[in-house]
C-alpha cells in the first residue's frame, strides 16, 4: 500500500512539476484564503481581543515598564488594569477573565516601546510590517535549498503555512525567532559556530525553544557557539537590568506561574504532548496527566540524543534531518507549545526536503501540515475556536508522524565513508546507496 501511495505521489509531483503555473495558482489560493478568516475574526471581536491578542499584552507590558515601577511589569493585577483599558477602547464582546502575563526578558519589554508611542491600531499595523519583512526574509531563506523554478511555490507554501499566519493574527514575535533559527543553522552549517551561538541566544526571549539545542551543544562541545550563546544572553540580561532594574528581572520567574497548570483553556491549541494526552483522555487526573507527558517528554529527548550518536559534521548530509528532529522534539516535549511555534522548522526542514532525501512519509507529512491546517481555518463553516482547535490538531499530528519518519531514517541510515552518497527510495524509506569503495583508499590511492 505504501508503494503504491508512494508511485501516487511521485505522479502527482511530476505533474505539478510539469504544471508549475497551476501550482503557484492554487497555493496562491491558499494564502487569499485566509482574508475571509482574518477579517471575520475583526468583524467579530474587533482589535486585541483575538486579533492581536498577544501584541496587546506587549503592548501592556511595555507602558508598565514605563510607569513608576518599572518591577511590575510582572504584577498580574497592575498589568491587567492597562490590558482591560486597551480592550475596552479597541474590542468588543469579549468576556471572562484572563491573565495578562508576558513571560519575556525585561529587555523585550523595552525594545517594544517604539511601538506604543502612535496609537495601538497604529502601533499594530507597524509591528505586523515588520513580521511580515521578517516572514518575506524567511521564505527567501528557505527557498535558497531549491531550484530557481522551484522557489516561489516553496515561498507559497511558507507563507500560506498555518503557523505564520497564526503568528501574524495573534501578534506574535514567533517569525523573528524563526529567522534567528534559521540563521543559526546555516551559519552552523557554514562553519560559523561563534555567530550561531549570537543567534541562538535571542530564543532567550522565549527560553523554551532554545533548552534543546543549547544542551546538544555542550554535548558536542561546540564551546565557539557556547560562548556566542552566552555573550549574546549577558547581552540580553544586563540590558535588562539596566532598563528595568534588578527588581523587575528577580520578578521574571512570576511570569511563569500561569503556565504550571496541567489543564489550561488554550491548551488545544498547542502541539505538544500535553495537548495531545489531553484531546485523548480529557478526564485524566492531573498527577497521572503530568507522569505521562513526562514520560513522553523524555522518550522524545533520549530518541532525539540517539540520531545525534557520532561526531558532529555539519557537512554530513544528515545534519538538517539531525536539526530538524531536535526542533521537532523541542516542539513536542516543551510544555508550553503552541501551533505557531512550529514556524522555527521552516528553513531547517526546507533543506531536508530539497537536500535530504526525504521519505514518502516525510513528505507527506510536510504537505498535509502545510496545507490541511489553513484549509481547516479558512475553508470552515464559521470562524471560532473550534476551527483553530480542529487546525491544531492537524498540525500536531502531522509534527508527530513527520519526527516519527525522519528519525526512523536517520536511525536506519548506515554512515558512508566520505560525502559521495546518493538516497533511494525503497518502499518509502530510505537507504543509502554508497559510491565509494570499502574499506577507504589512502590519499596516495585516490591521487594516483
Known amino acids: 500500500m505504501l508503494h503504491?501511495?508512494?508511485?501516487?505521489?511521485?505522479?502527482?509531483?511530476?505533474f505539478l512539476k510539469q504544471q508549475r503555473g497551476l501550482q503557484w495558482i492554487l497555493l496562491g489560493v491558499l494564502l487569499i484564503l485566509w482574508v475571509r478568516p482574518v477579517w471575520a475574526i475583526y468583524s467579530q471581536t474587533g482589535l486585541f481581543w483575538w486579533l492581536g491578542t498577544d501584541f496587546a499584552l506587549y503592548h501592556t507590558q511595555s507602558k508598565a515598564l514605563w510607569s513608576t515601577d518599572p518591577s511590575a511589569i510582572y504584577n498580574q493585577e497592575k498589568l491587567l488594569h492597562i490590558h482591560l483599558q486597551l480592550l475596552s477602547l479597541y474590542a468588543h464582546d469579549y468576556m471572562g477573565e484572563f491573565s495578562a502575563?508576558?513571560?519575556?526578558p525585561p529587555i523585550f519589554a523595552w525594545l517594544f516601546t517604539p511601538f506604543t508611542i502612535p496609537p495601538p491600531p497604529v502601533g499594530f499595523l507597524l509591528w505586523e510590517s515588520l513580521n511580515?519583512?521578517?516572514a518575506l526574509n524567511l521564505a527567501w531563506r528557505a527557498?535558497?535549498?531549491?531550484?530557481?523554478?522551484?522557489?516561489?511555490?516553496?515561498?507559497?507554501?511558507?507563507?500560506?503555512?498555518?503557523?505564520?499566519?497564526?503568528?501574524?493574527?495573534v501578534g506574535q514575535p514567533q517569525i523573528l525567532l524563526a529567522c534567528a533559527v534559521a540563521e543559526a543553522f546555516l551559519s552552523l552549517r557554514g562553519g560559523k559556530d561563534f555567530r550561531a551561538g549570537l543567534w541562538i541566544a535571542c530564543l532567550l526571549i522565549k527560553p523554551q525553544y532554545g533548552i534543546l539545542l543549547g544542551a546538544l551543544l555542550i554535548w558536542k562541545r561546540r564551546w565557539h557557539a557556547v560562548a556566542?550563546?552566552?555573550?549574546?544572553?549577558?547581552?540580553?540580561?544586563?540590558?535588562s537590568v539596566l532598563v528595568a532594574g534588578l527588581p523587575a528581572c528577580l520578578a521574571y520567574p512570576q511570569a511563569f506561574s500561569e503556565m504550571v497548570g496541567f489543564r489550561s483553556y488554550d491548551a488545544f491549541h498547542m502541539i505538544n504532548w500535553r495537548s495531545l494526552v489531553l484531546w485523548i483522555w480529557p478526564h485524566i487526573p492531573n498527577t497521572v496527566g503530568l507522569s505521562v507527558v513526562l514520560g513522553l517528554g523524555i522518550l522524545t529527548i533520549v530518541l532525539t540524543a540517539l540520531a545525534w550518536r557520532g561526531d558532529w559534521d555539519p557537512s554530513d548530509p544528515r545534519f538538517p534531518a539531525?536539526?530538524?528532529?531536535?526542533?521537532?522534539?523541542?516542539?513536542?516535549?516543551?510544555?508550553?507549545?503552541?501551533?505557531?511555534?512550529?514556524?522555527?522548522?521552516?528553513?531547517?526542514?526546507a533543506a531536508v526536503m530539497a537536500k535530504g532525501c526525504p521519505s514518502i512519509v516525510t513528505s507527506l507529512a510536510v504537505i498535509v501540515g502545510v496545507i490541511l491546517p489553513s484549509l481547516a481555518v479558512s475553508l470552515g463553516g464559521h470562524i471560532d475556536g473550534?476551527?483553530?482547535?480542529?487546525?491544531?490538531?492537524?498540525?500536531k499530528w502531522s509534527l508527530i508522524t513527520c519526527f516519527v519518519a525522519l528519525l526512523t531514517d536517520l536511525l536506519r541510515r548506515t554512515r558512508a565513508w566520505g560525502t559521495d552518497t546518493q538516497c533511494q527510495h525503497d518502499n518509502g524509506l530510505i537507504v543509502p546507496r554508497v559510491t565509494q569503495r570499502w574499506p577507504p583508499q589512502s590519499r596516495e590511492q585516490r591521487e594516483g
Open 143 to 169: 527557498t535558497q535549498f531549491f531550484k530557481k523554478a522551484e522557489r516561489l511555490s516553496v515561498a507559497l507554501m511558507v507563507l500560506a503555512s498555518y503557523p505564520l499566519i497564526c503568528s501574524l493574527i
Open 228 to 239: 556566542g550563546a552566552i555573550l549574546g544572553g549577558g547581552v540580553i540580561w544586563v540590558g
Open 101 to 104: 502575563h508576558v513571560p519575556y
Open 322 to 349: 539531525q536539526v530538524t528532529v531536535l526542533l521537532l522534539a523541542t516542539l513536542l516535549a516543551n510544555y508550553h507549545s503552541f501551533s505557531y511555534g512550529a514556524i522555527i522548522l521552516a528553513v531547517p526542514l
Open 132 to 134: 511580515l519583512l521578517a
Open 386 to 395: 473550534d476551527d483553530f482547535t480542529r487546525a491544531s490538531l492537524i498540525l
Open 4 to 14: 503504491k501511495l508512494s508511485e501516487s505521489l511521485t505522479w502527482l509531483k511530476h
